[in-house]
């Protein structure tokens, strides 16, 4: 992600200038950048974060959570939506002390995630998210891999599509997820059966011909 930015940057800049430029970019560097939020704690307070799993380190709730039938990302950024949240499930959650602010809610999160377990087990995560679109509180389901290819907005977007193999069999693929106006991609072949360009690539690299090959595949060497 870091090296295709800086490319188009360097290309800009070329473009306006007619100069090239040497791109440096580290494995390390770009992870090291990636730490956003936990890095930029640390380097202000110098104290270590703890181990969170998938809760967010400085808000809450902002976690996975169980629901009647599956699990939901539950992403409450502030205290109004705290208190959507808290309407919207019948719960006067945000009148405790311990969860009326953020800041509180984090101290407490380990209270707050045990009050908020069996108030989610109570609906299908189907039902969460309805309530909670409804109240405009960010939340969205944690789905298998059978649900997101059947997700109405997935199909839409075309997300999946097929191609047919040399042997005639239709496979599905996951597309390009790029859409581009002037140049769109597209998919030109499908993916090669086991052994169907080797005499090909053997010809192109080597200058074999088929005698050559037949005779490399009678030996198995290929």
Same mark, same amino acid.
């Given at each position: ?5 800086a ?7 070329? !473009?306006?200038?007619g100069?090239? %430029?040497?791109i +440096?970019a580290?494995?390390?560097?770009? %992870?090291? /950048? ?9 380097? &202000?307070?110098? !104290? ?9 380190a400085s ?5 996975v959570? /169980? ?8 992403a409450?950024? @502030? +205290?109004?939506?705290?208190?959507d *949240?808290?309407t919207?499930?019948? !719960?006067a959650l945000?009148? $405790?002390?311990? *969860?009326a602010? @953020?800041?509180?809610r ?8 045990? /009050?908020?377990k069996?108030?989610?087990e109570k609906?299908t995560t /189907?039902?969460w998210v309805?309530?909670?679109e ?11 891999? $059978? %649900?997101?290819?059947a997700? =109405?907005?997935v199909?839409a977007?075309?997300? &999946?599509e097929?191609v047919t ?5 239709? #496979? ?11 140049? =769109?991609p597209?998919?030109t072949?499908a993916?090669p059966l086991l052994g %169907? $360009?080797t $005499?090909? #690539?053997?010809s !192109?690299?080597?200058?074999?011909d088929a ?9 198995k060497i &290929?």
């Amino acid at each position: 992600m870091y090296a295709l930015s800086a490319i188009l940057a360097a290309l800009r800049h070329a !473009e306006r200038t007619g100069v090239g %430029q040497h791109i +440096d970019a580290s494995l390390l560097d770009s %992870q090291i /950048a990636t730490l956003a939020n936990l890095g930029a704690s640390y380097l &202000v307070s110098g !104290e270590k974060p703890v181990r969170l799993g998938n809760q967010h380190a400085s808000i809450a709730p902002y976690q996975v959570l /169980a629901t009647k039938d599956g699990h939901i990302i539950l992403a409450v950024g @502030n +205290d109004g939506q705290f208190r959507d *949240f808290c309407t919207a499930c019948g !719960e006067a959650l945000a009148d $405790d002390p311990r *969860f009326a602010t @953020n800041e509180a809610r984090v101290i407490h999160r380990a209270d707050l995630t045990a /009050a908020l377990k069996p108030i989610m087990e109570k609906r299908t995560t /189907a039902e969460w998210v309805a309530a909670l679109e409804a109240a405009e509180v960010p939340c969205g389901p944690i789905n298998t891999l $059978d %649900q997101v290819y059947a997700d =109405p907005h997935v199909i839409a977007r075309g997300a &999946v599509e097929s191609v047919t193999r040399a042997d005639g069999a239709r #496979v599905r693929l996951a597309a390009n997820p790029l859409r581009m106006s002037a140049t =769109p991609p597209r998919t030109t072949r499908a993916p090669p059966l086991l052994g %169907q $360009d080797t $005499d090909s #690539v053997l010809s !192109e690299l080597l200058g074999a011909d088929a005698a050559q090959c037949a005779a490399w595949r009678a030996a198995k060497i &290929v």
